[in-house]
Structures are given as C-alpha cells and as structure tokens.
C-alpha cells in the first residue's frame, strides 16, 4: 500500500517531531508558571457579633489576603475592591464558634484574569460568654 506524499511527509522521522512538540509544550509551561506571583495584602473585616452574647477573645480588625496569578497583573490590583466579612450573628450560646471568612470582589474579573484570592487564615475562632450585667 502507497501512502500518499503528505502523510508520508508527516510520518517521516516522526520521533523528532513528537519529541520537538513535547519540548515545546515544556517550555510554554515552565514560561507560564514562571511569571505566576503572589502577593499578600491587609485588608480590614467587618465582623458581625451576636447581640446577646459577649466576645471573651480577641475580635480581628484586619486580615491578609494572598493574591495569587501573573505578576504584571496581581500588583495593579486595589486592596480597597475586597472586602472581607465575619458572620457570627447566630450564635446564640457562649463558647467557642467558628466562622469561615468570606471574601467579596468582582469574580467573574478576577478569574477572566487568572487571578486567585485566599484569606489566611480562612477561618477565625471566638470566645463567647454572657453579657456583663453592670
């Protein structure tokens, strides 16, 4: 059987190629992984507290935030557009809780850029106790 002249073309020192195409694929990947950055930003958290219990520990004020994605990019990002919040609004005995830190930004922005966000740490514990009867 005769194969045409372009697939003979083709097929002719096919380790090469494959092993060229490989290399390539290397190359682009170690580029683009090589201009991934991060950088680490305070940002100030509203905290929500209960209304019939008192916080016993301390209450964070701020919180660092990782920005993580391309370096020419991750730097031209504001601080000021993420917010970060704390719920523990239904905590109704004393205790300890535990609440997840919620970050709020632009998403479909940030992920069309590659950009990934990530409160550290993502999750805050508080002491509750009784309210002072004074």
């Given at each position: 059987m005769?194969?045409?002249?372009?697939?003979?073309?083709?097929?002719?020192?096919?380790?090469?190629?494959?092993?060229s195409?490989?290399?390539?694929?290397?190359?682009?990947?170690?580029?683009?992984?090589?201009?991934?950055?991060?950088?680490?930003?305070?940002?100030?958290?509203?905290?929500?507290?209960?209304t019939s219990l008192e916080a016993e520990s301390l209450v964070p004020a701020s919180i660092e935030v990782s920005i993580q994605g391309n370096e020419d990019i991750i730097?031209?990002?504001?601080?000021?557009?993420?917010?970060?919040?704390?719920?523990f609004s239904s905590v109704d005995e004393a205790g300890i809780a535990t609440a997840p830190v919620v970050l709020r930004y632009e998403e479909?922005?940030?992920?069309?850029?590659?950009?990934?966000l990530q409160a550290e740490p993502q999750y805050y514990r508080i002491l509750f106790g009784e309210g002072s009867d004074l």
């Amino acid at each position: 059987m005769k194969l045409n002249k372009y697939l003979q073309g083709a097929l002719y020192n096919w380790p090469a190629k494959v092993l060229s195409l490989v290399f390539a694929v290397l190359v682009y990947a170690f580029i683009q992984f090589s201009t991934m950055g991060a950088r680490v930003v305070s940002i100030p958290i509203e905290v929500h507290l209960p209304t019939s219990l008192e916080a016993e520990s301390l209450v964070p004020a701020s919180i660092e935030v990782s920005i993580q994605g391309n370096e020419d990019i991750i730097y031209l990002i504001n601080p000021e557009s993420i917010e970060a919040s704390l719920d523990f609004s239904s905590v109704d005995e004393a205790g300890i809780a535990t609440a997840p830190v919620v970050l709020r930004y632009e998403e479909d922005v940030f992920e069309s850029a590659g950009i990934a966000l990530q409160a550290e740490p993502q999750y805050y514990r508080i002491l509750f106790g009784e309210g002072s009867d004074l």
